[in-house]
């Protein structure tokens, strides 16, 4: 205490330049606004830096706490998630998606938009007439599909409609293959139920399941590959037993078809002829 | 009450009043102002206690301070060579000086005094500059400033000194 008293009276000036600095300072930062505001900001931001790392101090021995807090929270957002994948897969299923997934396929090709101004439902060769014509540049041959599947084939124009040869139609044979597998067989209308159709030519090592969708296989000189066609709902036999026959639900809806779009894919009428060529080249070498 | 502190008294008050009424109103090519109030600090004799050498400056910057309305910037400045000027004096002076000897031209000699004036008035007017304009975004200006006003203040040091004897 002697030593502190001692050396207090021996620097006694120190303690009291520093005393009178500290006024002096004190004046000049209250009494003068310029070094004032500079005074105030440079202490803001000293005060600001401490302020910070005493929030962290302080965070960090809450930390065990907020664990735990997360872990609950983590396990209720992995409940919710499962059960909304589970719901999402279900969903996947229905033909919103399928929807989606035509108009993404039929968004590269190139489509001429028409309306059905004329269709039959319950004869053995129903026909649709489109208000689509030559003059839109619709011809013979070339294929017609809607928002949510196939429609049929361009079977004869005029200047300004054409005549469809819808699914629904005896004469109709599509090239249709099982989407995910790659076999394939041809699509028939048998008649009476205008939503079913039937696939023939399906092998017997085939690996399919009831549900499964029917698309185009793209083995044609009319449809790109991938159009939906409709759902597997029945497996039975063919009639020499070499083969399956495959029922079909149709995806599309005959009895409300309104809007329509022909194919006008500059490739297939190349295809067409060159098949033909090659046929007639044969038949006149048999 | 001292006869010597009621003389140090009168020459607090007329330095005062010279820098307030006459002195602060010049300035030389706009910077250069002269600040002969430090001349009070420079004159304090050797041995004078420290805490009273402190205790003047610091009120004789506070006086003028009040006057020129830049409230702690003299203050501030004329306390640190209060501080300074005991500690530059036992430097300056000369081998067989006494105890108490007075800083004045004549007791230290022409040369020495004008040493240590002219210590004394860089490092206020430095300080002082800089406490007022509080940035060194303008170092030019501010060197400007300080010397200008050290040179003004250092003549009229010495012009007071060849008169006081």
């Given at each position: 205490?002697?030593?502190?008293?001692?050396?207090?009276?021996?620097?006694?000036?120190?303690?009291?330049?520093?005393?009178?600095?500290?006024?002096?300072?004190?004046?000049?930062?209250?009494?003068?606004?310029?070094?004032?505001?500079?005074?105030?900001?440079?202490?803001?931001?000293?005060?600001?830096?401490?302020?910070?790392?005493?929030?962290?101090?302080?965070?960090?021995?809450?930390?065990?706490?907020?664990?735990?807090?997360?872990?609950?929270?983590?396990?209720?957002?992995?409940?919710?998630?499962?059960?909304?994948?589970?719901?999402?897969?279900?969903?996947?299923a229905?033909?919103?998606?399928t929807?989606?997934?035509?108009?993404?396929?039929?968004?590269?090709?190139?489509?001429?938009?028409?309306?059905?101004?004329?269709?039959?439902?319950?004869?053995?060769?129903?026909?649709?007439?489109?208000?689509?014509?030559?003059?839109?540049?619709?011809?013979?041959?070339?294929?017609?599909?809607?928002?949510?599947g196939?429609?049929?084939?361009?079977?004869?124009?005029?200047?300004?409609?054409?005549?469809?040869?819808?699914?629904?139609?005896?004469?109709?044979?599509?090239?249709c293959g099982i989407r995910g597998s790659?076999y394939f067989g041809y699509l028939t209308?048998?008649?009476?139920?205008?939503t079913v159709a039937y696939m023939e030519d399906i092998p017997r090592?085939a690996k399919f399941e009831e549900g499964d969708y029917v698309e185009t296989s793209?083995?044609?000189?009319?449809?790109?590959?991938?159009?939906t066609v409709g759902r597997i709902i029945g497996i039975s036999n063919s009639?020499?037993?070499?083969s399956y026959r495959l029922k079909v639900r149709l995806q599309?809806?005959?009895?409300?078809?309104?809007?329509?779009?022909?194919?006008?894919?500059?490739?297939?009428?190349?295809?067409?002829?060159?098949?033909?060529?090659?046929?007639?080249?044969?038949?006149?070498?048999? | 009450?001292?006869?010597?502190?009621?003389?140090?008294?009168?020459?607090?008050?007329?330095?005062?009043?010279?820098?307030?009424?006459?002195?602060?109103?010049?300035?030389?090519?706009?910077?250069?102002?002269?600040?002969?109030?430090?001349?009070?600090?420079?004159?304090?004799?050797?041995?004078?206690?420290?805490?009273?050498?402190?205790?003047?400056?610091?009120?004789?910057?506070?006086?003028?301070?009040?006057?020129?309305?830049?409230?702690?910037?003299?203050?501030?400045?004329?306390?640190?060579?209060?501080?300074?000027?005991?500690?530059?004096?036992?430097?300056?002076?000369?081998?067989?000086?006494?105890?108490?000897?007075?800083?004045?031209?004549?007791?230290?000699?022409?040369?020495?005094?004008?040493?240590?004036?002219?210590?004394?008035?860089?490092?206020?007017?430095?300080?002082?500059?800089?406490?007022?304009?509080?940035?060194?975004?303008?170092?030019?200006?501010?060197?400007?400033?300080?010397?200008?006003?050290?040179?003004?203040?250092?003549?009229?040091?010495?012009?007071?000194?060849?008169?006081?004897?």
């Amino acid at each position: 205490m002697n030593n502190l008293v001692a050396f207090l009276t021996k620097n006694f000036h120190w303690l009291l330049f520093l005393v009178l600095e500290i006024v002096s300072g004190v004046l000049l930062f209250h009494y003068n606004s310029y070094q004032g505001s500079v005074w105030v900001s440079s202490a803001n931001s000293v005060t600001g830096k401490v302020g910070e790392w005493r929030s962290g101090v302080e965070q960090f021995f809450g930390l065990q706490r907020r664990a735990q807090e997360l872990t609950v929270r983590n396990l209720e957002l992995e409940a919710e998630h499962f059960q909304l994948r589970r719901r999402l897969l279900e969903a996947q299923a229905d033909t919103a998606v399928t929807d989606s997934m035509m108009q993404q396929m039929t968004a590269q090709l190139q489509l001429i938009p028409s309306l059905v101004v004329g269709s039959t439902l319950n004869r053995p060769d129903n026909l649709l007439t489109i208000n689509s014509g030559s003059a839109d540049g619709v011809a013979p041959d070339m294929g017609v599909v809607c928002g949510t599947g196939l429609v049929g084939v361009v079977y004869m124009t005029s200047a300004h409609y054409a005549v469809v040869m819808p699914l629904l139609n005896f004469h109709s044979r599509v090239s249709c293959g099982i989407r995910g597998s790659g076999y394939f067989g041809y699509l028939t209308w048998e008649g009476k139920d205008p939503t079913v159709a039937y696939m023939e030519d399906i092998p017997r090592h085939a690996k399919f399941e009831e549900g499964d969708y029917v698309e185009t296989s793209g083995y044609s000189n009319i449809f790109p590959q991938g159009i939906t066609v409709g759902r597997i709902i029945g497996i039975s036999n063919s009639a020499d037993g070499l083969s399956y026959r495959l029922k079909v639900r149709l995806q599309v809806d005959f009895g409300c078809l309104r809007e329509v779009y022909v194919i006008a894919d500059n490739t297939f009428p190349e295809r067409r002829e060159l098949l033909m060529a090659a046929r007639d080249s044969m038949e006149l070498a048999r | 009450m001292t006869v010597d502190f009621l003389r140090r008294l009168a020459v607090f008050v007329a330095l005062c009043l010279a820098q307030v009424l006459v002195f602060n109103r010049i300035q030389l090519f706009h910077c250069a102002t002269p600040l002969l109030f430090v001349y009070f600090t420079i004159i304090i004799p050797r041995g004078y206690p420290r805490w009273a050498t402190l205790l003047w400056s610091f009120f004789m910057g506070l006086f003028v301070d009040m006057f020129a309305n830049t409230p702690g910037v003299a203050a501030a400045s004329m306390t640190l060579a209060g501080l300074l000027q005991p500690y530059l004096l036992e430097l300056f002076l000369p081998r067989d000086a006494e105890e108490n000897i007075k800083a004045s031209a004549a007791s230290l000699g022409g040369w020495r005094f004008f040493a240590l004036a002219a210590i004394i008035v860089v490092v206020f007017c430095l300080v002082f500059f800089a406490l007022e304009a509080f940035s060194f975004f303008n170092v030019i200006y501010w060197l400007q400033c300080a010397g200008g006003s050290a040179l003004v203040t250092l003549m009229l040091v010495m012009t007071l000194e060849t008169i006081r004897k």
